[in-house]
């Protein structure tokens, strides 16, 4: 199995901040390499699929980057609404697998 | 849109059975793998089963191998869990999800979410 290893597991940071997120991949996954943004009590949201590619309706100020085993979130200006915890997810084979999630608080 | 929701959750005592049900709506059902994956309360997100587009592929994680079993009836849009010999360790919001391709072949992204039900397995 393929196992992510995501870090930090938090962060405390102001608004307007830069916040980056790694995840790394056991074994090489392409760019097979989802992110995900999950508020309390809610489901998980789509922010980036295939590594780079930002979903409709996510703020630009969300990016990601990274191909084979290492990869990177970033928040270029953190904003209110983005204190919350991250999820990445590799596709590339089954079983499916998450890492252990970054939560982002609020210093 | 794409509409995803969940029932069947509930209290069940170690070792009973359960089955949890999805039902989707706002897209093609029977043109897309779908998903199982849990979180535990305060824990990460778990992924659990898939299974292809037209039900002839599954995939488990190897903590539920054996006990859980995914289906699906895409006659009624809906997906199902089926969760067997239940433990303490299995309580969980389970959150149905759809992937964005057929779910036949490895290579998948999960793109919705439903809302969850949670399972609590408690004596």
């Known amino acids: 199995d393929i196992q992510m290893t995501q870090s930090p597991s938090s962060v405390s940071a102001s608004v307007g901040d830069r916040v980056t997120i790694t995840c790394r991949a056991s074994?090489?996954?392409?760019?097979?390499l989802a992110w995900y943004q999950q508020k309390p009590g809610k489901a998980p949201e789509l922010l980036i699929s295939?590594?780079?590619k930002l979903q409709s309706g996510v703020p630009s100020r969300f990016s990601g980057s990274g191909s084979g085993t290492d990869f990177t979130l970033t928040i270029s200006s953190l904003q209110p609404e983005d204190f919350a915890t991250y999820y990445c997810?590799?596709?590339?084979?089954?079983?499916?697998?998450f890492g252990g999630g970054t939560k982002v608080e609020i210093k | 849109q794409v509409q995803l929701v969940e029932s069947g959750g509930g209290v069940v005592q170690p070792g009973r059975s359960l089955r949890v049900s999805c039902a989707g709506s706002?897209?093609?059902?029977?043109?897309?793998?779908m998903h199982w994956v849990r979180q535990a309360p305060g824990k990460g997100l778990e992924w659990v089963a898939i299974?292809?587009?037209?039900?002839?592929?599954?995939y488990y994680a190897d903590s539920v191998k054996g006990r859980f079993t995914i289906s699906r009836d895409n006659s009624k849009n809906t997906l199902y869990l089926q969760v067997n010999s239940l433990r303490a360790e299995d309580t969980a919001v389970y959150f149905c999800?759809?992937?964005?391709?057929?779910?036949?072949?490895?290579?998948?992204?999960?793109?919705?979410w439903g809302q969850g039900t949670l399972v609590t397995v408690s004596s």
């Open positions: 999800a759809k992937d964005r391709y057929s779910g036949a072949a490895a290579g998948s992204l999960i793109d919705y």
């Open positions: 706002g897209f093609t059902f029977s043109s897309f793998g």
């Open positions: 299974i292809s587009y037209d039900g002839s592929n599954e």
């Open positions: 074994q090489g996954i392409y760019s097979w």
């Open positions: 295939a590594a780079s």
């Open positions: 997810q590799q596709g590339h084979s089954f079983p499916v697998t």
